[in-house]
Structures are given as C-alpha cells and as structure tokens.
C-alpha cells in the first residue's frame, strides 16, 4: 500500500503563487508516475500534471505555462509550483501515484491507483 499525504495549499490573491507538495510513504518504491489532480465544486475531477520517473512531463492545458510539477526521489517529494494563479483555480488539490510500465501510461487522463485526501487552494480575485 501507498499511502500519499499533499500540504501547501492556502489563500491566495490572483496573480500570486504557492507550492505544493505530497510526500509518499508505505510501498511506493515502484509508484513511478504521479500526478496533481483537482476538483471545483460541482465540477469533475480534472488532471492539472503527471511526472514518470525519468522525467516525462505532462500538463492539463489550462496550467501550462503557470505550472510545473516535479519530483525529487531523494527527499521523498512531489511538488507543484503554481504561479500566476487565477480565481478559477480555486480547488481541492490532490496527488495521485500508480505504477506504470513506461512514461506513455502516466498522463492526466491515466487511471491512479492511489490518492491523497487533498489540500484546499483558494485564489481570489
């Protein structure tokens, strides 16, 4: 089992930024690709990022250019800097971990096996 913990979430002004992070413990030796996902109220879950273990990035459209997400293996972390965030970003962030063969698999619209409770980002205008 892996068990994902994500921090860093807040209140922020539009235009503003913040980070955050998810730390992976348990078994997560082979989660080789991880995610940022978020839900709006009343509104899907959408991917925002994914990271595979060599590297391979992938981002929801809307965040690119604002977002970049990244792992650091020895310090046990996954982060995502947000900048230039809007009020429409506004969301329950989460960090999702899955075991992919290759970095094909391990894109926003993936299947994640594993998930955090989340953490609340809250941009206003």
């Known amino acids: 089992q892996v068990q994902l913990v994500e921090s860093g979430g807040g209140s922020v002004q539009a235009g503003g930024s913040l980070r955050l992070a998810c730390a992976p413990s348990?078994?997560?030796?082979?989660?080789?690709?991880m995610g940022w996902f978020r839900q709006a109220p009343g509104k899907e879950r959408e991917g925002v990022a994914t990271?595979?273990?060599?590297?391979?990035?992938s981002y929801a459209d809307f965040v690119k250019g604002r977002f970049t997400i990244s792992r650091d293996r020895a310090k046990n972390t996954l982060s995502l800097d947000m900048s230039n965030l809007k009020p429409e970003d506004t969301a329950m962030y989460y960090c999702?971990?899955?075991?992919?063969?290759?970095?094909?698999?391990?894109?926003?619209?993936?299947?994640?096996?594993?998930w955090g409770p989340g953490t609340q980002v809250n941009v206003s205008a």
């Open positions: 990271i595979y273990d060599d590297g391979t990035t």
């Open positions: 348990g078994d997560y030796s082979t989660t080789v690709c």
């Open positions: 999702a971990a899955d075991h992919k063969p290759r970095s094909g698999y391990c894109y926003i619209g993936a299947n994640f096996g594993y």
